[in-house]
């Protein structure tokens, strides 16, 4: 079963254009959801991360935004570029000391 | 340089031959965790330790088993592997109280 959800599984962009990645979430204990940014042939790596007390969070190019309502959350790239090519996963964590759950994860490429 | 090591990178083995993957982090932090994943599903957490001689199952810890005897080491341990355990896995750490993970480069196992 998976507690959350990501959607595309695989994105094309422009260079210059704004990729979208969306997740959804059941569980209404998580109260930390980061996304990760992950090259062929390496382990992930923290890109960002919001907690549920804000609705938004940026860095550089990338803003996570989140609705807590509709137990939603997504990453928008602006400015998208050739070597934002990888695969990005959402995912939440219960609390400090509990498992976390990843989305399935979402294959971005960028043309130049 | 800070860091999560595992070895081996890659394996290849036959169904019921013992194995240990190590992980180990120069880092002195508290949380360490173990994760496989595959196409489709994203990352599955399988163990977790908040600390030395404290671990916990995460969502798939069947078929494994794990130890934390020293705070920078953290083997994940097959006892008789089956072919649905071939996957890419990956160990990770965290400091205290932050939340940021720092992933391991992943060991690509494959069970016969």
């Known amino acids: 079963q998976q507690q959350v959800k990501q959607s595309p599984q695989s994105l094309i962009v422009q260079k210059g254009g704004i990729s979208i990645i969306n997740c959804a979430y059941e569980?209404?204990?998580?109260?930390?959801f980061p996304w990760y940014q992950q090259f062929p042939g390496k382990g992930p790596a923290l890109l960002i991360a919001?907690?549920?007390?804000?609705s938004e969070k940026k860095e550089g190019r990338f803003t996570i935004s989140f609705n807590k309502s509709a137990k939603q959350f997504s990453l928008h790239i602006m400015d998208s570029q050739p070597g934002d090519s990888a695969t990005y996963f959402c995912?939440?964590?219960?609390?400090?000391?509990?498992?976390?759950?990843f989305g399935p994860g979402t294959r971005l490429s960028v043309l130049p | 340089e800070a860091q999560v090591t595992q070895n081996p990178r890659y394996l290849i083995t036959v169904t019921g031959k013992k194995l240990t993957v190590t992980c180990s982090q120069n880092?002195?932090?508290?949380?360490m965790s173990w994760y496989r994943q595959d196409p489709g599903l994203g990352l599955r957490q399988i163990y977790y330790?908040?600390?030395?001689?404290?671990?916990d199952k995460g969502d798939v810890p069947e078929g494994y088993k794990v130890s934390r005897k020293e705070k920078r080491n953290f083997p994940l341990i097959l006892e008789s592997p089956s072919p649905n355990q071939t996957s890419l896995y990956f160990c990770a750490s965290t400091q205290g109280q932050s939340d940021t993970q720092y992933f391991g480069p992943g060991t690509r196992l494959t069970v016969l």
């Open positions: 995912a939440a964590r219960r609390g400090y000391g509990q498992n976390f759950v």
């Open positions: 880092m002195n932090h508290e949380y």
């Open positions: 919001i907690r549920p007390d804000v």
């Open positions: 569980n209404t204990a998580f109260d930390y």
């Open positions: 330790s908040m600390n030395v001689e404290v671990t």
